[in-house]
């Protein structure tokens, strides 16, 4: 527990993406989408 703190303390915090109502959801491909995913739902665990 404590070496995974101080890892997670290493790692710079990710910058928030503001999300653009008018970008067509065609730009972003699955992958792209797959990882903003994980990447949110780490965030919401994190906090």
Not at 6 to 28: G, K, N, Q, R, Y
Not at 35 to 47: F, G, K, N, P, V
Request: charged fraction near 35%; avoid cysteine.
């Amino acid at each position: 527990r404590d070496l995974a703190a101080s890892l997670h303390s290493i790692l710079p915090l990710p910058t928030p993406v503001l999300i653009d109502d008018d970008a067509e959801p065609e730009e972003e491909d699955e992958e792209a989408a797959l990882a903003r995913a994980i990447a949110a739902e780490q965030q919401e665990m994190d906090a």
